[in-house]
Antibody, heavy 114, light 109 residues
Framework: EVQLVESGGGLVKPGGSLTLSCAAS????????INWVRQAPGKGLEWVGR??????????DHAAPVKGRFTVSRDDSKNTLFLQMNSLKTEDAAVYYC?????WGQGTLVTVSS | QAVVTQEPSLTVSPGGTVTLTCASS?????????AYWFQQKPGQAPRTLIY???NKHSWAPARFSGSLLGGKAALTLSGAQPEDEADYYC?????????FGGGTKLTVL
């Protein structure tokens, strides 16, 4: 079955760090462009960042609010996408989704609170 | 950063037709923005309806279609059904970034 499964969410204090994972099955992750998208409680969708396919250079882009704090990366041997989040702020609290062109995971919840 | 604008809310009668639009603060939306449309129902993850302006995902009913209309990306629903009541988001691509619209809450009533 083709699917994406996120994990790694939880409660973290402001200023803390957390790494989210997105495991792909049924397809090879480095053949596609894949994004992280977040949704704060009761709010709309916000693009966080992406990594291009290996054939397109595998480069990353990040949204302005997270640039310098968050890093999108990929481990091809594990067919897994990561989102390293540092210097977390209360406004980073959200459900985080990984998504390809047509496939979404179920999301993982990040709570930032002291 | 570009701002992407959608109608905050729309209402359509069952069996009716409605068009949701997606505008860019940088000017006309073109095929180079690779517009996406997503549907999200309460408590669920979003799912892709339309990708790259006009391509429909395999799950999407035939009553949904994507296009460019008057300088905007558009999602047209022809023959609305009660199950189409949901939030709809568009996404546009820019150099080095992607930006979501604020979403349209569609009511079928």
């Amino acid at each position: 079955e083709v699917q994406l499964v996120e994990s790694g969410g939880g409660l973290v204090k402001p200023g803390g760090s957390l790494t989210l994972s997105c495991a792909a099955s049924g397809f090879t992750l480095n053949n596609v462009w894949i994004n992280w998208v977040r949704q704060a409680p009761g709010k709309g969708l916000e693009w966080v960042g992406r990594i291009k396919s290996k054939s397109d250079g595998g480069t990353t882009d990040h949204a302005a609010p997270v640039k310098g704090r968050f890093t999108v990366s990929r481990d091809d041997s594990k067919n897994t996408l990561f989102l390293q989040m540092n210097s977390l702020k209360t406004e980073d609290a959200a459900v985080y989704y990984c998504t390809t062109k047509t496939l979404w995971g179920q999301g993982t919840l990040v709570t930032v609170s002291s | 950063q570009a701002v992407v604008t959608q109608e905050p809310s729309l209402t359509v009668s069952p069996g009716g037709t409605v068009t949701l639009t997606c505008a860019s603060s940088t000017g006309a939306v073109t095929s180079a923005h690779y517009a996406y449309w997503f549907q999200q129902k309460p408590g669920q993850a979003p799912r892709t309806l339309i990708y790259e302006t006009t391509n429909k995902h395999s799950w999407a009913p035939a009553r949904f279609s994507g296009s460019l209309l008057g300088g905007k990306a558009a999602l047209t629903l022809s023959g609305a059904q009660p199950e189409d009541e949901a939030d709809y988001y568009c996404l546009l691509s820019y150099s080095g970034a992607r930006v979501f619209g604020g979403g349209t809450k569609l009511t079928v009533l």
